[in-house]
């Protein structure tokens, strides 16, 4: 069968995304498949990498396209870049032949429109598979403005895609329902929450040692948010935390990872933060268990936008974890707050207790959220 992915990023990018995307191409092509991708030349972790443009890799062919990259410091820029390996992607597939299955999915957003666009022209099977929704996620963040002629538009060009697709794949039963109130029919959607990367990530007692070696971590308290920092995933609340509790010198916060909020962890000036970039999936097992206590964040407005795709490698550690975000969402779905002890408040205060003493941190306060062990 022959098979067109479509997504930004892949390997050997870092990003989720990215690593999704090569574990089903890598596992499809292992079946026997004819699996092509079509990526982007710029790195999600450092746009100043550029990949080969056209690359076989474990039976996979990769062909990858050139883009902008303005960076992420305004909307604008963002939207450009967006743009441009749009454009490219588009003028690569105009190129291309028919494939029986098309897969896109949601880097960049509404690339799926694209897809359906492939689809209709030369056929096949679309499979639209939402890491995010979109233009929602826009409108939650306040990029943009609910009922406006862009939101209209992107709106339109969402339904489209879903409407083309044989196969609508959402993450939980949040991001499930959003789409029924779209007009999906219940038969054309699969919840497929994200994998573990086992062969990968796993807890490494002498990888926990050498990264606290590296990083000066040894002899404290680590508390570890990792992965991508965005409005989706408000830091408020933790950086408060790390105010709070700057004069512990046995406490660090650790912010592993990037993304358009990694400002406000830059811009805090607080000495007892620690700012790491993304590290590779060969590390990240040893990056991870570095941590004695991990975070988990989602903003409550992006409740079946968004998914919290960073719990599952977490939870296979066994670390602690402290959530902080809306008491119904799949973090609650697959950790019941009655199973863990979790203690619940709405984003109600501007100083509320976190319960951080539960974790074995005595005397923290934070501003609102959940929390558990």
Not at 73 to 80: D, F, I, P, T, V
Not at 106 to 128: D, Y
Not at 270 to 297: F, I
Not at 307 to 328: A, D, F, Q
């Amino acid at each position: 069968m022959k098979i067109l992915l479509l997504n930004q990023f892949f390997y050997p990018d870092v990003a989720s995304t990215a690593q999704h995307a090569t574990d089903l191409a890598r596992r499809l092509a292992r079946r026997g498949d004819e699996v092509t991708v079509v990526a982007s030349q710029r790195s999600y972790a450092d746009p100043r990498v550029r990949f080969a443009a056209e690359e076989l890799w474990e039976g996979v062919r990769i062909l990858r396209v050139p883009q902008t990259w303005l960076g992420k410091g305004s909307r604008w820029r963002r939207a450009a870049d967006f743009a441009s390996f749009m454009a490219a992607c588009a003028w690569r597939l105009l190129w291309m032949p028919r494939f029986d299955v098309v897969v896109a999915m949601t880097t960049p957003p509404l690339i799926s429109f694209l897809a359906a666009l492939f689809v209709r022209l030369k056929g096949g099977a679309l499979h639209v598979w939402l890491m995010d929704l979109n233009p929602d996620q826009a409108v939650a963040a306040g990029w943009l403005g609910a009922g406006s002629l862009v939101h209209r538009f992107l709106e339109a060009c969402l339904r489209f895609s879903l409407q083309t697709a044989v196969q609508v794949i959402a993450l939980d039963r949040f991001m499930k329902q959003r789409l029924l109130d779209k007009g999906v029919a219940p038969e054309k959607i699969q919840i497929l929450p994200p994998w573990t990367h086992d062969d990968a990530v796993w807890y490494d007692e002498a990888g926990r040692r050498r990264f606290r070696e590296q990083h000066g971590l040894e002899g404290k308290f680590v508390v570890m948010y990792s992965g991508n920092h965005s409005p989706c995933h408000p830091l408020d609340t933790l950086l408060a935390a790390a105010w709070r509790l700057q004069e512990r010198q046995d406490i660090v916060f650790c912010f592993v990872g990037g993304g358009s909020e990694f400002v406000k962890v830059r811009r805090s000036g607080l000495r007892n933060v620690v700012r790491l970039p993304y590290q590779p999936l060969d590390q990240l097992g040893a990056s991870l268990s570095a941590a004695d206590l991990h975070v988990v964040v989602m903003g409550e407005p992006f409740v079946g936008i968004v998914h919290p795709c960073k719990i599952y490698n977490i939870l296979r550690l066994g670390i602690p974890v402290l959530y902080i975000g809306p008491t119904e969402g799949h973090i609650t779905d697959l950790i019941p707050p009655e199973a863990i002890g979790v203690w619940a408040h709405r984003f109600s205060s501007p100083w509320i207790k976190a319960g951080l003493d539960g974790v074995g941190i005595d005397g923290g306060t934070a501003a609102g959220g959940v929390s558990g062990q």
